[in-house]
Structures are given as C-alpha cells and as structure tokens.
C-alpha cells in the first residue's frame, strides 16, 4: 500500500508563530485530506486537496501530485491551533478501502 | 454540514462482554467506515460499508464485526471483548459523489478490563 511520512513529529510554537506541516506518500494519489484532530479526539476535515492549493482563514494547503507531496500553513497560530494534524491519501476509484494516514504532527501552541 | 455521531464518548467495558459501538450519519451517505487509533500504529480501518446489508473488511477485522441494516447507521460489535481491543475508535462516512473525502465522528474511547 501506500506510505505515508508527516513531518515534523513534533512541533512546538509560541502563539503568532507560522508553521508548515508536510506530507509525502509514495505513489500516485487521487485524494488527499488534511485533519485536526483536536484534543477530545475529534477529527476534524480541514482540507480535501488531492492537488493544488486552497485557503480557509488562516489555514492553507498545497499539494504538489507529481512530486507527491502536501503542505500545510497554519499562520498566527493559535492555542486552539494544538493538537494532532494528519494527512490521509488514497488511490481513488470506487473501491475506497486503501485509504493511508500518516503517522501525525503533533502542534503545541504555548501561549 | 455533515454530521456523523456516534453513541459514547468514554465506554469502560469487562474482558468477554460483548460490545456495540453506534454510528448515525445524517447526510444520506453510502459509504461508512470504522477505524481505530492506536498510540504508534496511527489509524487503521477495520471495516467498511458501501451500501446497506454489505461488508467489506479493512485491514485489522479479526475480533470485531460490523452491522448496516439501515443505510444512515453502522456498527460496529465486538463479540467478546479483550484487552487488546482498548482503543479509540472513529466512525467515519462518505458521500457517493466524493468518495475520497471522509467525515468523521467525534470517537469513542473504549477501555477493556
């Protein structure tokens, strides 16, 4: 199937701070997201990129499919901004069962 | 929006119950999904549901089967539950028209005895 790798593992900020999240995966995909996952364990969708870029407030993504890679800013951030990021890909098609997650960032935002 | 919830949020259960973990989508989805995450191991997906009354199973099934009688509610059964089966787990739907694009419930963390 296919790989995965989110880096940093870890990340620590001070509120206001910018930061960039990265994910490559290894083959050709047709869906990308990005999740939050906030600290109760909830996730939330922030982006479906399977390519290009897309803005939401302080949030923005890139993928780059030939290159097989995302990115994703988080500008001024905030302490709300903490917690789990994940990148997910798959093949597409409609058998939906090869989806891939990578391992997480995990984002402090200090205060 | 989409919602998708699922029926605890904490579940303490003893080693040898059986458990059922219930998951309700209100947006007419036909694909639905159950994950569980894991400290290391990520998020891995135990089964999915592309219609009602139909299974597949994911990548981690043993120990655990899955129900679709109604197409809006999946569950997700553990027939006797064990110690290695404390975990988070994730609900998660799709919708026909975007398949790859997944929302999710908010978990429920279960802890076995």
């Not at chain 1, 509120?15 to 909830?42: I, K, M, Y």
């Not at chain 2, 919602?3 to 036909?30: I, N, P």
């Amino acid at each position: 199937g296919i790989q995965v790798e989110q880096s940093p593992p870890d990340l620590i900020l001070q509120e206001g701070a910018n930061s960039t999240l990265r994910c490559n995966f290894s083959d050709s995909v047709n869906n990308l997201q990005w999740f939050h996952q906030n600290p109760w364990g909830q996730l939330i969708n922030l982006f479906y990129i399977p390519s290009g870029t897309k803005q939401n407030g302080r949030l923005s993504a890139t993928t780059v499919a030939t290159e097989r890679y995302s990115l994703l800013y988080i500008s001024s951030s905030q302490t709300t901004d903490s917690g789990v990021y994940f990148c997910a890909v798959d093949r597409g098609g409609y058998n939906n069962n090869d989806m891939r997650f990578g391992a997480g960032t995990r984002l402090t935002v200090k205060p | 929006d989409v919602k998708v919830t699922q029926s605890s949020r904490y579940l303490v259960k003893r080693t040898g119950e059986k458990v059922f973990l219930e998951c309700v989508q209100d947006m007419d989805h036909e694909n639905m999904f159950w994950y569980r995450q894991d400290p290391g191991l990520g998020l891995r997906l135990i089964y999915f549901s592309y219609d009602v009354k139909m299974k597949e199973k994911g990548d981690i099934p043993e120990g655990y089967s899955v129900s679709r009688e109604k197409k809006e509610r999946f569950s997700l059964i553990l027939e006797s539950a064990s110690t290695n089966q404390t975990s988070m787990y994730l609900c998660a739907s799709t919708p026909e028209d975007a398949p790859g694009e997944q929302f999710f419930g908010p978990g429920t963390r279960l802890t076995v005895l």
